[in-house]
């Protein structure tokens, strides 16, 4: 996967108008979950910062433990509404060691939302990903894993309640579209699209 050091400097466009029935990869959606959010492009992190911010702006505490070759640049997000200096930033060398810190965390009961940015071929041990789902639901707390996977690699594991797909697509020279195909959803089933506009520089993709 690229470096996501270069993270695009991007902001989100208006909500776009959704029936109320259709699904959005939203934090009410993810909380009590174990999810999944892959792909190859900043897409996937830019949807999570999307998601801190709106954790952030419930009054819940949200934190990011990714590794430490490659971390968003900050200054990229910058008018996100992010309140950096409540934003805990744990860099660790390996999957397990993400999981055990997301361990800690949720254990703690005062995180609405945990991003673990895993690296590529990530594996993280059956029995820690099921304390981690129960952790989530006792505490009613998203856990997002952010994947470098192709759509077609299988799920983390069969713990997790939602999976999609994350790739942008340009709409035109001053706007992005972050594309979500979901490819697993418990409650729904799998199938269909959440789309996000975000607007950016030109010659971002």
Known sequence: MASLTSLPHIQRATDLERPEHEARWEL???KGKLSELSGHSAAGVSVA???IAQTQRGGEPAAWIGSTS???YPPDAVGWGIDWEALPIIGLGDARQA???AD?????GAFGLVVVDLPPRAFVPAPLLGRLMHLAETHNSALL???QKSPTEDSLSSLIALRAQARWAS???RRLRAQLDIIKDKRRGPGHQILEDYHGPLGLH
């Open 70 to 72: 490659r971390l968003f």
């Open 28 to 30: 009410s959606t993810l």
């Open 99 to 101: 999981a055990r810190a």
């Open 49 to 51: 910062l999307r998601l």
């Open 171 to 173: 709409l035109d020279a």
């Open 145 to 147: 894993f952010l994947t």
């Open 104 to 108: 800690k965390l949720l254990r703690s």
